[in-house]
């Protein structure tokens, strides 16, 4: 088990940027595939952008696909989401999760999740 702490989030202009983290403690980091995934208000959860345990293979959802960034520094056992031209629609509590299986965007596949770390964009 990984435990999972986002942090970076927070009130932006729309067309910003802004760079999430999320510090991982536990065994194994480099072993876990690594996600994001955010909900806005009265919405269910929905995949951002996930990354394998190398790196070498990176998915995003077509909403953030050539804004947004996922990277991972397994040295530091942290994963970042660097968000650029932040649209109001990208409003959303952003959470990170891991999972020891293949990589995917699937909600259910991941077991380890963050607390969530609030993203805000304004006109």
């Known amino acids: 088990q990984l435990q999972l702490v986002e942090a970076g989030g927070g009130l932006v202009q729309a067309g910003d940027s802004l760079r999430l983290s999320c510090a991982a403690s536990?065994?194994?980091?480099?072993?876990?595939?690594m996600a994001w995934f955010r909900q806005a208000l009265g919405k269910e959860r929905e995949f951002v952008a996930s990354?394998?345990?190398?790196?070498?293979?990176?998915s995003y959802a077509d909403s953030v696909k050539g804004r947004f960034t996922i990277s991972r520094d397994n040295a530091e056992s942290t994963v970042y989401l660097q968000m650029n031209s932040l649209k109001l629609e990208d409003t959303a509590v952003y959470y990170c999760?891991?999972?020891?299986?293949?990589?995917?965007?699937?909600?259910?596949?991941?077991?380890?999740w963050g607390q969530g770390t609030q993203v805000t964009v304004s006109s």
């Open positions: 536990g065994r194994s980091f480099s072993a876990y595939a």
């Open positions: 999760a891991a999972t020891r299986g293949v990589l995917t965007t699937a909600r259910r596949a991941y077991n380890n």
């Open positions: 990354i394998s345990w190398s790196g070498g293979w990176i």
